[in-house]
C-alpha cells in the first residue's frame, strides 16, 4: 500500500522498512568501529586512506609536543619551588584561572549572550570575589607582618584586613544584586543557569584546591608531596596497565584496568617513602614561611621535628595517628600478651622521619580516592561529549584535565594536615592578627607592657619604655584615644 510519494515515485511501507533498517545497520557499524578503536581493539576505520608514513608522521610531531611542552613545565615548575612560596602562590591562582576558564566555555551558548552584554563579566566578578576571600583568609597572618612592617601599608590596607570577611561579603551581594538588576525576559532559564553553573565550579573546583595555598604556607613539602604521590600513581598506574592490564576496572574508563589500579597503588606507597624522606632533609620545603618574602632564606635554619629522623616502635607509629585513650588501650592489650610476643613486638623498631608515616597515608589516598577525581571529570566530559576539556597545555588537553585527580588530594591533604600534624606554632603573624582585634586603648596598653619587658631583658635602652610612656601620655587617655595625623 502506498504511503508517500517523493519526486513523482511511489514509495511501499515496506521499502521504508528496509530504508530504516539499512540506515540503523550503518550507523551501528559505525558505533561498534568507534568504540573497538577507542578501547585498542579492531581497526581504525576512520583513517583509511592515510598512509603510515603520514601516520607516523603525526604520531612523532605529535610526541615532540607533547614532550617540548613536558620539559618547559617541569622547569617552569622547578624554578618556581626555587623561588619560594608567593610564586608558588601565583602559580595556583594561575592555574585555577585557566580551569575556570575552561569550565565556563564548556557550558556557554554565544547566541544567548550577544543580548546579555556583561553576562560573562559577571561570571569572572564572582570568580575575583571568591579568590579575594579564600586567599585573603589562607594567608593572613603572613600578609600582617608585611603590612604591619609599614606605617603606610597599615594606614593603607590595614582596615582590608580588619574586615576582610564584611568587605567580602560586601562584593559578594553587590554582584548577587546586579545579576538581579540584569535579568532578561526571555533569557530567565539560561542566567540561572549559568548562575548555578559559576556557583558550582567555585565550590567544587577553585575553593578545594585553594586549600593548597594554606599547604604552602604550611611547608612546601605539604603542597609538593601530594602533587608528586598523584603523578606517580599516575605513571604507575599507566604501566602496570600497559604490561598486564586485563579486567577492566570502570566504565567510564573503558582502558583503566584492575591490574593497572592495582600497580598504581603498590607504587605509591612504596614511592611516598622515599620521596618523603628525601624531602624531609631540605629546610627550604618543610619549614612554613611567615611572611610574604621570595628568594628569602627560611627563619629555622634545620626541617622542624616531623622531619627529624628517629627510632620508631610499634606504640610509636600508633601514637602519630591515634587519640591518646587509643593508645593506652593498646598498650593494656600488648600487656596481656605472651612474654615472647611482646619481646618480639618490643624488638621492632624503625629508623624514620614521621613524615615518612604520613607519606604512607597520603599515599594510600592518592592511590585509592584520588583516581576518582580523574574518573568524575571523565563522566562529566561524555555528558558534554568531548575529549579534553581545553588546549591550555600543548599536547596535553586542557588545564583541567590535568587537575582533576589533583582537586581532590588538595582537599585531603588539608585536612590531614590539620588533623594529624598541625603544629600549631605561635608565630608573629598570629599574635598581631589577634592585637589587631583589641580596641585602640588596649593596643597601646599592649604596646607599653612589650617595651616595660622588653627593657627589662635588656633588649632595650633602659629610658626607652619611659619616653614611650611620655609621648603616649601626651597624646592620649586610656580608654580615650587621640589619634596623630
Given at each position: 500500500m502506498p504511503t508517500r510519494r517523493r519526486n513523482g515515485d511511489t514509495v511501499s511501507r515496506n521499502e521504508c522498512i528496509a530504508s530504516r533498517t539499512r540506515s540503523k545497520s550503518n550507523?551501528?557499524?559505525?558505533?561498534?568501529?568507534?568504540?573497538?578503536?577507542?578501547?585498542?581493539?579492531?581497526?581504525?576505520?576512520?583513517?583509511?586512506?592515510?598512509?603510515?608514513?603520514?601516520?607516523?608522521?603525526?604520531?612523532?610531531?605529535?610526541?615532540?609536543?607533547?614532550?617540548?611542552?613536558?620539559?618547559?613545565?617541569?622547569?617552569?615548575?622547578?624554578?618556581?619551588?626555587?623561588?619560594?612560596?608567593?610564586?608558588?602562590?601565583?602559580?595556583?591562582?594561575?592555574?585555577?584561572?585557566?580551569?575556570?576558564?575552561?569550565?565556563?566555555?564548556?557550558?556557554?551558548?554565544?547566541?544567548?549572550?550577544?543580548?546579555?552584554?556583561?553576562?560573562?563579566?559577571?561570571?569572572?566578578?564572582?570568580?575575583?570575589?571568591?579568590?579575594?576571600?579564600?586567599?585573603?583568609?589562607?594567608?593572613?597572618?603572613?600578609?600582617?607582618?608585611?603590612?604591619?612592617?609599614?606605617?603606610?601599608?597599615?594606614?593603607?590596607?590595614?582596615?582590608?584586613?580588619?574586615?576582610?570577611?564584611?568587605?567580602?561579603?560586601?562584593?559578594?551581594?553587590?554582584?548577587?544584586?546586579?545579576?538581579?538588576?540584569?535579568?532578561?525576559?526571555?533569557?530567565?532559564?539560561?542566567?540561572?543557569?549559568?548562575?548555578?553553573?559559576?556557583?558550582?565550579?567555585?565550590?567544587?573546583?577553585?575553593?578545594?584546591?585553594?586549600?593548597?595555598?594554606?599547604?604552602?604556607?604550611?611547608?612546601?613539602?605539604?603542597?609538593?608531596?601530594?602533587?608528586?604521590l598523584v603523578i606517580v600513581n599516575d605513571i604507575a598506574a599507566y604501566l602496570a596497565g600497559f604490561f598486564f592490564g586485563r579486567t577492566p576496572l570502570i566504565k567510564l574508563s573503558p582502558k583503566k584496568t584492575w591490574e593497572g589500579f592495582i600497580g598504581g597503588f603498590v607504587g605509591t606507597l612504596i614511592a611516598s617513602w622515599f620521596l618523603s624522606g628525601w624531602m624531609s632533609q631540605s629546610a627550604w620545603l618543610t619549614c612554613p614561611r611567615t611572611d610574604l618574602s621570595i628568594f628569602q632564606p627560611m627563619e629555622c635554619t634545620e626541617p622542624p621535628e616531623t622531619f627529624q629522623p628517629r627510632d620508631f616502635n610499634a606504640i610509636d607509629i600508633l601514637s602519630l595517628f591515634a587519640e591518646h585513650k587509643f593508645i593506652k588501650g593498646v598498650e593494656l592489650f600488648h600487656n596481656l600478651l605472651p612474654a615472647d610476643v611482646q619481646s618480639w613486638i618490643n624488638s621492632i623498631h624503625i629508623?624514620?622521619?614521621?613524615?615518612?608515616?604520613?607519606a604512607i597515608a597520603l599515599a594510600l589516598f592518592a592511590s585509592a580516592i584520588a583516581p576518582f577525581g580523574g574518573f568524575f571529570a571523565s563522566g562529566f566530559k561524555r555528558g558534554f561529549n568531548i575529549k579534553d576539556f581545553g588546549h591550555s597545555i600543548p599536547g596535553h588537553g586542557g588545564m583541567t584535565d590535568r587537575m582533576d585527580c589533583q582537586v581532590v588530594m588538595a582537599t585531603f591533604s588539608y585536612i590531614y594536615y590539620h588533623a594529624f600534624t598541625d603544629r600549631s606554632a605561635i608565630t608573629l603573624g598570629s599574635v598581631l592578627t589577634i592585637a589587631l582585634k583589641l580596641k585602640a586603648s588596649d593596643q597601646i596598653e599592649l604596646f607599653l607592657h612589650m617595651a616595660h619587658i622588653l627593657e627589662s631583658q635588656g633588649y632595650l635602652p633602659p629610658t626607652t619604655s619611659k619616653a614611650i610612656s611620655g609621648i603616649v601620655d601626651d597624646g592620649v587617655e586610656l580608654g580615650n584615644t587621640t589619634r596623630y595625623e
Open positions: 550507523n551501528d557499524m559505525s558505533d561498534r568501529g568507534h568504540v573497538s578503536l577507542s578501547s585498542g581493539a579492531g581497526k581504525d576505520t576512520s583513517r583509511i586512506g592515510a598512509t603510515p608514513l603520514s601516520e607516523h608522521s603525526n604520531k612523532l610531531k605529535s610526541f615532540r609536543i607533547r614532550l617540548y611542552s613536558t620539559i618547559v613545565l617541569i622547569a617552569s615548575f622547578s624554578f618556581i619551588i626555587y623561588a619560594g612560596h608567593v610564586p608558588l602562590m601565583g602559580m595556583v591562582l594561575a592555574i585555577q584561572t585557566v580551569m575556570v576558564k575552561e569550565l565556563f566555555q564548556l557550558a556557554r551558548e554565544a547566541q544567548r549572550e550577544r543580548s546579555l552584554p556583561g553576562f560573562r563579566a559577571q561570571q569572572w566578578y564572582f570568580y575575583f570575589v571568591a579568590a579575594f576571600w579564600v586567599y585573603v583568609r589562607f594567608i593572613k597572618n603572613n600578609l600582617i607582618v608585611e603590612i604591619t612592617s609599614s606605617a603606610a601599608l597599615s594606614r593603607l590596607l590595614g582596615t582590608m584586613i580588619r574586615r576582610h570577611t564584611l568587605i567580602s561579603f560586601s562584593l559578594y551581594t553587590g554582584g548577587f544584586v546586579a545579576f538581579v538588576l540584569t535579568l532578561n525576559k526571555g533569557a530567565y532559564t539560561y542566567q540561572f543557569g549559568q548562575f548555578a553553573w559559576t556557583h558550582m565550579i567555585l565550590m567544587t573546583v577553585f575553593l578545594p584546591s585553594s586549600f593548597f595555598v594554606s599547604n604552602i604556607f604550611e611547608g612546601i613539602i605539604w603542597f609538593l608531596l601530594p602533587c608528586a629508623h624514620a622521619a614521621p613524615m615518612q608515616f604520613h
